[in-house]
């Protein structure tokens, strides 16, 4: 079933633009940081990279509906810099995610009525407050020279949950089983 009220709509179309670009952006820097000597910076990209294309793909079919056309303005952070600094666009997105966007979008949908929705950007607001954390210890190691600490990040394929070292047993934002994580 397809999405029925018109500003929920346009924030799901919004929030899918916003993801598939923050995808895009990720899997580069992440090729950036492999170069500069912080593979496990490039691994936490990959990752979070794909939590995002989780989040788009949830997004996308909550639209739903008929193919139809539509154009979509995305806030983006552009840019090639070195790791430090592609961080620091990460973490910005991150929290303007986290700050503005999914909490305005999440209770537009919830005034609306609009459940699919509602548990689209629930699962993307709760994953988004993680990366912006792995993010800034990342950049923290990276500002002293050093690799991110940890060499092996988790995503959960339903709701984009993302952790380091270890998968929990069950999701704890969508209940996920621990063998559905994604290993990188
Ligand atoms: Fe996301
Ligand atoms: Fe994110
Ligand atoms: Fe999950």
Same mark, same amino acid.
Request: glycine share 8%; aromatic share 10%; hydrophobic share 40%.
């Given at each position: ?24 952006? =990720? ?7 492999? !170069? ?17 294309? %989780? @989040? ?9 509906? #008929? ?16 790791? %430090? ?8 997105? #991150?929290? @303007?995610?986290?700050?503005?966007? =999914? ?19 629930? =699962?993307?607001? #709760?994953?988004?407050?993680? @990366? ?13 020279? !050093? ?6 990040? =988790? ?14 047993? !069950? ?6 089983? !621990? ?6």
């Amino acid at each position: 079933m397809a999405v029925k009220n018109a500003m929920t709509s346009d924030f799901l179309h919004s929030a899918y633009g916003g993801e598939s670009m923050a995808h895009m952006r =990720y899997l580069y820097w992440g090729q950036v940081a492999v !170069k500069e000597g912080f593979p496990n910076i490039g691994t936490l990209f990959e990752a979070t990279a794909y939590a995002e294309s %989780v @989040h788009a793909n949830n997004h996308f079919r909550e639209i739903g509906g #008929e193919t139809a056309d539509a154009t979509v303005t995305a806030g983006a952070v552009f840019g090639n810099g070195k790791t %430090v600094h592609n961080l620091q666009g990460a973490i910005n997105g #991150e929290l @303007h995610e986290v700050e503005q966007m =999914y909490p305005v979008y999440l209770n537009t949908a919830k005034f609306q009525d609009e459940s699919g929705a509602q548990r689209s950007f629930h =699962y993307a607001l #709760e994953a988004e407050k993680i @990366h912006a954390e792995l993010f800034a210890q990342a950049q923290a190691a990276a500002k002293a020279g !050093k690799d991110f600490e940890h060499s092996t990040v =988790y995503v959960c394929p339903i709701c984009g949950h993302t952790i380091v070292d270890e998968a929990p047993d !069950k999701c704890p934002v969508c209940g996920a089983k !621990k063998e559905m994580y994604k290993e990188f």
